[in-house]
C-alpha cells in the first residue's frame, strides 16, 4: 500500500476564464483534496465557470503529535500556488478560503496558515465543525433546493459532518473527527484488508458517532443525500460494477466490503470505476459508510449536487447582495 500522505493528482484542469465582477471563489482547504471553484449566480441559478482539484492528502501527514510534516506542508503550499494564480485579479471580497479539521487539529496551523495566505494570495480561516456542517448544507439546499425534511452525511478525509435540515434551515448539525484518511491510517495502514480490521474500524467509528445517532436517526428526515466526493465515488463504483445498482445502502456496502476481503490487500482490489486516489483510503469509507447506513436507518444515500465550496460561494453571494 503507497504512504497515504504520498500520492497527488491533479484534475479538473482549468479553463481560464477571465475573472468578472459577478464571478465569486471558493478555496476548500480539505484533509484529503484542496478545491478551487469560480461560479456565478444568474437569475438565481448557479454556473460554475471553472474548477480545479487536487488531491494533497494533508491529513495524511498529521503525525500523532498533532504537528503537520513537511511534505505535506510543501504539497499543499504548492497546491495554493497554483490556485493563487488561477485567482490573480480578483478582489477580496469575491474570495473566501477556508481549511477544516487537518488544521483544526495541527498544533502548526499557524506557521501553515501564515504561508498559506502567502501563497494564495488571500485570507484562509479555520472552520469549526458546526461551521462546516452549516455551509456543506447550504451548499447543497442551494444547488438542489427541495421542500423535504433531509439528512445530508458528508464524509471528508479527517471529520464527518451529520445535517438534518428543511429547506435552506438546518435543523441539527454536528462534525465528528473521522474521516477516510484517518480511519484508514489507523486501521489498514499496511493495505491489508481483513475481517479484524474492518470490525476495529468500524467499533471506532460507531463509538464516535453513537452519542448523535438519535438525534439523525431515520424517523427524523424524508431522504439521505451524501456531499463531498465520497458517496459519488462510491456510488459510480457500485453502477460499474452493477451491485446494489448504484444505490448507497447497507447491502450494496456489505458487497463492496466482501469484495474487500477477498482482495486481502488494498493493491490486489479489482474493482471498475475505483480510482487510485480513492483506492488509498476506501477501507476507511466504506467503514464509515456502513456504520452510518445502519445505525441511522440508511436504505438509500444518494449522492448530492452541492458541498463545501457551493456552501461558501453562496455566502459570498448572500453578502454581496446584501441578503446575508
Known amino acids: 500500500m503507497k504512504p497515504l500522505a504520498a500520492t497527488t493528482l491533479r484534475s479538473l484542469p482549468a479553463v481560464l476564464v477571465p475573472s468578472g465582477a459577478g464571478h465569486l471563489a471558493a478555496v476548500d482547504i480539505g484533509s484529503n483534496s484542496f478545491w478551487l471553484e469560480i461560479g456565478e449566480w444568474q437569475g438565481g441559478r448557479y454556473r460554475c465557470v471553472d474548477a480545479m482539484k487536487e488531491t494533497v492528502r494533508l491529513g495524511g501527514g498529521l503525525g500523532a503529535d498533532g504537528l503537520l510534516e513537511a511534505g505535506a506542508a510543501a504539497r499543499g503550499l504548492a497546491c495554493l500556488e497554483r490556485f493563487g494564480e488561477r485567482l490573480a485579479g480578483f478582489a477580496p471580497q469575491q474570495v473566501r478560503a477556508v481549511a477544516t479539521q487537518t488544521l483544526r487539529e495541527a498544533r502548526n496551523r499557524a506557521a ?69 484518511v484517518s ?92 480510482t487510485d486516489e480513492r483506492r488509498q483510503v476506501i477501507a476507511g469509507c466504506l467503514s464509515i459508510l456502513h456504520t452510518l447506513v445502519r445505525r441511522l436507518g440508511i436504505d438509500d444515500l444518494q449522492p448530492a449536487a452541492g458541498a463545501l465550496r457551493h456552501g461558501l460561494i453562496a455566502d459570498l453571494e448572500a453578502t454581496r447582495t446584501g441578503a446575508g
Open 112 to 180: 501553515f496558515l501564515a504561508r498559506a495566505e502567502a501563497a494564495l494570495g488571500f485570507p484562509v480561516e479555520v472552520i469549526g465543525g458546526r461551521d462546516e456542517a452549516h455551509l456543506i448544507y447550504a451548499g447543497v439546499a442551494r444547488l438542489q433546493p427541495s421542500p423535504a425534511r433531509r439528512l445530508v452525511v458528508d464524509v471528508g478525509g479527517r471529520s464527518t459532518e451529520l445535517i438534518v435540515g428543511c429547506d435552506r434551515e438546518v435543523i441539527d448539525a454536528e462534525s465528528f473527527p473521522i474521516g477516510s
Open 183 to 274: 480511519l484508514s491510517m489507523q486501521h489498514f495502514a499496511d493495505g491489508r484488508l481483513d475481517a479484524a480490521a474492518f470490525g476495529a474500524a468500524e467499533r471506532a467509528a460507531a463509538a464516535l458517532f453513537e452519542p448523535a445517532i438519535g438525534r439523525f436517526a431515520r424517523a427524523d428526515w424524508a431522504e439521505a443525500l451524501g456531499s463531498s466526493g465520497t458517496v459519488s465515488a462510491i456510488a459510480r463504483v457500485l453502477r460499474v460494477t452493477g451491485l446494489g445498482r448504484g444505490a448507497v445502502g447497507p447491502d450494496a456496502l456489505e458487497a463492496l466490503i466482501e469484495r474487500c476481503l477477498v482482495a486481502g490487500h488494498v493493491d490486489r482490489l479489482d474493482l471498475p470505476g475505483l
